[in-house]
């Protein structure tokens, strides 16, 4: 079992940044696919950007590349999401997620463990 918290959230406005972070704790020896989510509200869950904490390979959909970056600090077994030059689009419920695989790729949805939530609000 693997335990996600998320934080970091809150409001900004268009073009300020945020960094969100997913603390993980439980069994998180092994390589990993992590990805952060996001939810609007009427929408369907999107998939902005993954990491295989293998080797670090980072994949992000086309809607946040070149404006968002996926880390992992394993000393920490903290996730980070960078967002810069944020949009009103960007408004959602961003989301953590885990799964022991080696496969990673944009798109991936099916995460056994993911976290509650933090709130991400851009006002223009």
């Known amino acids: 079992q693997v335990q996600l918290v998320e934080s970091g959230g809150g409001s900004v406005q268009a073009g300020g940044s945020l960094r969100l972070s997913c603390a993980a704790s439980?069994?998180?020896?092994?390589?990993?696919?992590m990805g952060w989510f996001r939810q609007a509200p009427g929408k369907e869950r999107e998939g902005v950007a993954y990491?295989?904490?293998?080797?670090?390979?980072?994949y992000y959909a086309r809607s946040v590349k070149g404006r968002f970056t996926i880390s992992k600090d394993n000393a920490k077994n903290t996730l980070y999401l960078q967002m810069n030059s944020l949009k009103p689009v960007d408004n959602a419920m961003y989301y953590c997620?885990?799964?022991?695989?080696?496969?990673?790729?944009?798109?991936?949805?099916?995460?056994?463990?993911w976290g509650q939530g933090t709130q991400v609000t851009v006002s223009s």
């Open positions: 990491i295989y904490t293998g080797d670090g390979s980072a």
């Open positions: 439980g069994d998180t020896y092994g390589r990993y696919c």
């Open positions: 997620a885990a799964d022991k695989s080696y496969d990673c790729w944009v798109g991936k949805a099916d995460f056994p463990y």
